[in-house]
């Protein structure tokens, strides 16, 4: 009895003593880790506002109502269109997509930035085949969801019109 009493008192020391070291361990570390993900969403960001307008020779952040969006804008200063990222909760996870879109608000191209959907079901928003059923349509438009995936699709559907919205009233 008295045997037991002095495991379970080791046991619990070493579990106190791991605990408090792995505290510190994040303490110490977790600013670092933040600040390295959010220089790498800005490095992925900036790379997918200039692959959804290559031709742009200036890309400008703009707000309207607290939402942030981009102009793409040539070398004779015309406007090329517009770049939104559409942030929806699918299934399973948050997902952010970024759309391209013409002057006139059909929709150019569209990307899944982020997301963390169930593997071959929800994940199927990143595919092609679902991602073109959004080029040449608007706001107003009718899109198709995924037979399997219908929460994640008709989140970034929603989040894409709602967008869209935003910006061409």
Avoid: H, W
């Amino acid at each position: 009895m008295r045997e037991d009493k002095r495991y379970v008192g080791i046991l619990f020391l070493i579990c106190f003593v791991a605990s408090l070291l792995v505290s510190i361990v994040y303490a110490l570390t977790y600013s670092r880790i933040e600040e390295r993900e959010k220089r790498q969403l800005e490095t992925s960001l900036e790379t997918s506002l200039k692959e959804m307008f290559p031709e742009a020779a200036q890309i400008e952040e703009l707000s309207k109502d607290g939402f942030i969006y981009y102009r793409a804008i040539n070398n004779n200063d015309e406007v090329l269109g517009y770049i939104l990222i559409c942030e929806a909760v699918g299934y399973s996870s948050t997902i952010k997509a970024i759309v391209s879109t013409e002057t006139n608000g059909k929709i150019k191209e569209i990307k899944i930035l982020e997301q963390n959907e169930t593997l071959g079901i929800g994940s199927k928003i990143t595919e092609e085949e679902f991602l073109s059923r959004f080029k040449e349509k608007s706001k107003d438009d009718t899109f198709d969801t995924i037979t399997g995936a219908t929460i994640s699709s008709k989140a970034i559907i929603k989040a894409v019109k709602e967008s869209l919205k935003k910006i061409f009233p």
